[in-house]
């Protein structure tokens, strides 16, 4: 059964740093590309950021460049996303989703974690 487990989220100041996990079960990072979104209440969902088999890295959100990175660990089959310089209009429900090898739309992901609670505040 393929899962993909969100984690880290958090309350934190603006100006911190946070870094997500996206833990994937029943398959291997070797095979499937993993990207990470993001929604707010009221707001469309929002892709950040993908990792594709092959570890190529597509950036989508121009409001997170130069303050996002997504990378892997293929041998704990984890995925992340280092967060630096947060600003409140970071906070949204972050998520991580599964896909065949390739990056594409969200529409074409096929596993979706819970999503994990961010909170930029003072």
């Known amino acids: 059964q393929l899962q993909v487990v969100e984690s880290g989220g958090g309350l934190v100041q603006p100006g911190g740093s946070l870094r997500l996990s996206c833990a994937a079960s029943?398959?291997?990072?070797?095979?499937?590309?993993i990207g990470w979104f993001r929604q707010a209440p009221g707001k469309e969902r929002e892709a950040i950021s993908c990792?594709?088999?092959?570890?190529?890295?597509?950036n989508y959100a121009d409001s997170v460049k130069g303050r996002f990175t997504i990378s892997k660990d293929n041998a704990k089959n984890t995925v992340y996303l280092q967060m630096n310089n947060l600003k409140p209009e970071d906070t949204a429900v972050y998520s991580c989703?599964?896909?065949?090898?390739?990056?594409?739309?969200?529409?074409?992901?096929?596993?979706w974690g819970q999503g994990t609670q961010v909170t930029v505040s003072s």
């Open positions: 029943g398959f291997t990072l070797d095979s499937y590309a």
């Open positions: 990792i594709n088999y092959m570890s190529g890295v597509s």
């Open positions: 989703a599964a896909v065949w090898r390739y990056c594409s739309g969200p529409e074409e992901f096929d596993y």
